[in-house]
């Protein structure tokens, strides 16, 4: 385990125990491990076994992944210059979720006057919202089309082929939620 996922588990499990109010000793019981291990994997100094983190996650009822990632604090600003941002032409998508949550995207589409992006389509399973901010956006599934003015949201399956369009003369704003299907084997 490198030094950085090590510092982070120990930091992890330490808020997980302290914000469920309970002690190492009543923790480590829950777990199944010695109190010993318990302190050394709050140290952020452990390497522990595959074994051991999975009897941690299952006692703090979190998954495995989140005893490794970075800390979280109580809240946490995100400067926009700091989000995920990629352009495609005259098209502009902003992640607005800087923390992954499993299974779902949340995204700002700026396009300017006359833009248009071709979306990839999803997983099968997937549902997608769009909904209008500003300006006006035509938006196109399988050889059908909307025409959304600020307010309007249409929800589609994601997995088809599908576009937007900025068809107005002024910039226009919307944003886009994933709904990605559940993966076999998922919880």
């Known amino acids: 385990m490198s030094e950085r996922a090590a510092a982070h ?36 100094l452990a390497n522990p076994t595959l074994a051991v983190l999975i ?31 990629r ?25 300017k006057p006359g833009a248009s992006m071709t979306g990839i389509p999803h997983t099968p399973g997937t549902r997608e919202y769009l909904t209008c901010e500003r300006g006006a956006i035509e938006l196109s599934v399988t050889g059908r089309s909307w025409a959304l003015e600020p307010g309007d949201v249409v929800v589609f399956r994601g997995d088809q082929r599908h576009g937007y369009r900025n068809p107005g003369r002024t910039t226009a704003v919307a944003y886009s939620v994933i709904s990605f299907a559940p993966v076999a084997g998922d919880p």
């Not at 309970?22 to 050394?40: E, H, K, S």
Request: glycine letters at 8%; proline letters at 10%.
């Open 9 to 44: 588990l120990g930091e992890n499990v330490r808020q997980l125990r302290e914000s469920r109010g309970l002690t190492q000793q009543q923790i480590a019981t829950i777990a199944g491990v010695p109190r010993p291990t318990w302190a050394n994997l709050e140290s952020g």
């Open 55 to 85: 009897r941690v996650a299952n006692a703090l009822q979190v998954r495995l992944e989140e005893l490794i990632s970075p800390p979280r604090t109580g809240a946490q600003h995100y400067p926009v210059a700091t989000l995920p941002t």
């Open 87 to 111: 352009r495609r032409g005259k098209v502009e998508v902003r992640k607005l979720l800087p923390d992954p949550i499993p299974g779902l995207e949340l995204e700002r589409l700026e396009l």
